[in-house]
């Protein structure tokens, strides 16, 4: 064991892992809300072989067999469909009461802080609905390929779900962001965790037809036709642009699964568009259009929305791909380190034009970095996992990331991107997050420029 395997340290952390039994039954009667803090104990007993820790401190959750040890187990009829322990109950997906409530507009957020690796799970993926969801029959589902002019498409198609899961289909592991993903730092608003700063963000296992396959079953003529709109079934009829170079390299797929199964309703059931590096706006949902055209569609949700307005008043339009961005996602705000000594720091890299090369720590505000452990795989367009040690010694300290992904991109701090891009934008921030630990421990959402 290492010498750093052998300092102690601890992590509280918000807001959720690990319940006890008193909690769960505290949440059930609504007692308890999102901004208090459970414990969680993250290496406390390094420092000697845990039996005998255990007889020194005469600790009865391991000298004794608990009750459940010595009685029968439930039978596997008892929940049909999986669910997680009762002691996670608080690790969910939460809306912001002020984020576009009107209508059946919202957002719910991935808890961040609480999961491992780099795929999501289906009921933590995040939403963003612009007219709520609905859970469609996949039976009366159907897929339209039509062409804005004749000469584009040879044989406009419309594709049941049963036909399009008789094609060949491609498994994929991609990220999805939203563009509104960190929109409100933009402002200087530094809300408290980062399932609120970073949560529109999410990666899966994706399966489904290249949308490539489908145009050339339709015969699509790939020199005259050079952009494609994708249309959704949902009442706000969400449509959006799609360059066809990014259809003819194969990555786009016209997906109907999602981590093994089939995509969940909030997710777009039973069909949805995946363009990966791209924004999650032009991931459509209930898909039911693609048409193929010559040039940009210039609608609602690209003319007007999700665009960035710069210093001298211009718009950036069809800024559509996700810039190589990274975050801290342990410890993170709303944590606390209970007690000086060793942790492991950990987060996500990701970028939308490739895989993730180099991610940087800084634990002075970007002063002195340290280059992280990158944990396999690392995958194209897929979120990547980082880890990096660090002793406390229990003085303040500013916790940064920096990515750099395989184009040589370095992650931006605040100071450098707004004098590119100015202080009026919603959209596409990839700014340098930092997290600010105090001599208590406790770890807040700061700005450093």
């Given amino acids: 064991m290492s010498d750093l395997a052998k300092q102690p340290g601890h992590l509280k952390k918000a807001p959720e892992n690990f319940l006890s ?11 308890r809300d999102f901004l208090r803090k459970s414990f969680l104990a993250a290496g406390a007993a390094m420092a000697a072989p845990l039996a005998a820790r255990a007889a020194e401190q005469g600790d009865p ?9 010595t009685t029968l187990g439930k039978p596997v009829a008892t929940n049909p469909y999986g669910m997680p322990s009762k002691f996670e109950s608080q690790l969910l997906r939460r809306e912001s009461p002020g984020l576009a409530r009107v209508g059946g507009a919202s957002v719910s957020f991935c808890p961040l802080q609480g999961l491992f690796g780099i795929i999501t799970p289906s009921g933590l993926h995040f939403e963003r609905h612009h007219q709520g969801w609905q859970d469609v029959d996949p039976t009366k589902h159907r897929l339209m390929v039509n062409g804005s002019d004749e000469s ?39 809300v408290p965790t980062v399932q609120y700063t970073h949560g529109m963000l999410s990666c899966s296992e994706f399966t489904g037809v290249p949308l490539k396959t489908l145009l050339e079953d339709c015969g699509v003529d790939y020199k005259k036709a050079r952009y494609v709109l994708a ?11 799609i360059p066809m170079e990014m259809v003819e390299s194969g ?64 718009h950036r339009q069809y800024s559509s791909i996700q810039e190589c961005k990274s975050v801290i996602t342990t410890p993170s705000g709303g944590q606390t380190l209970l007690n000086k000594g060793f ?37 194209n367009k897929a979120l990547t996992r980082f880890n990096v040690d660090w002793v406390w010694d229990g003085k303040p300290a500013i916790l940064q990331s920096r990515a750099i992904d395989e184009t040589g991109y370095v992650q931006p701090t605040y100071g450098q991107l707004r004098k590119v891009r100015g202080t009026k934008s919603i959209y596409h921030n990839n700014a340098i997050q930092s997290w600010k630990v105090v001599e208590s421990g406790e770890v807040t959402n700061v700005q450093v420029l």
């Fill in 231 to 241: 249309e959704g079934a949902d009442g706000s009829s969400m449509t959006r642009t």
């Fill in 21 to 31: 039994d008193g909690q769960i039954e505290a949440v059930a009667a609504g007692r």
């Fill in 152 to 190: 584009l498409l040879k044989k406009p198609k419309v594709y049941t779900m049963d036909e399009l899961m008789r094609l060949p289909p491609v498994s994929r592991i991609h990220f999805i962001e939203c563009g509104a993903n960190t929109g409100l730092e933009w402002g200087n608003v530094a």
């Fill in 343 to 379: 942790f492991n720091v950990s987060g996500v890299a990701w970028s939308g034009r490739g895989k993730i090369k180099q991610v940087d720590v800084s634990f002075d505000g970007g002063i002195n970095w340290k280059t992280a452990r990158i944990e396999g795989p690392v995958q």
């Fill in 251 to 314: 990555e786009v797929i016209v997906a109907y699964g999602q981590n093994g199964e089939m995509l969940r309703p909030e997710n777009g059931y039973p069909l949805r568009l995946v363009v990966p590096g791209v924004q999650g706006v032009s991931w459509v949902k209930w898909l039911r259009r693609i048409e193929v055209g010559d040039k940009p569609y210039a609608t609602k949700d690209e003319a007007v929305h999700y665009i960035d307005l710069l210093p001298n008043g211009l």
């Fill in 61 to 69: 959750n391991i000298l004794n067999l608990p009750e459940w040890s």
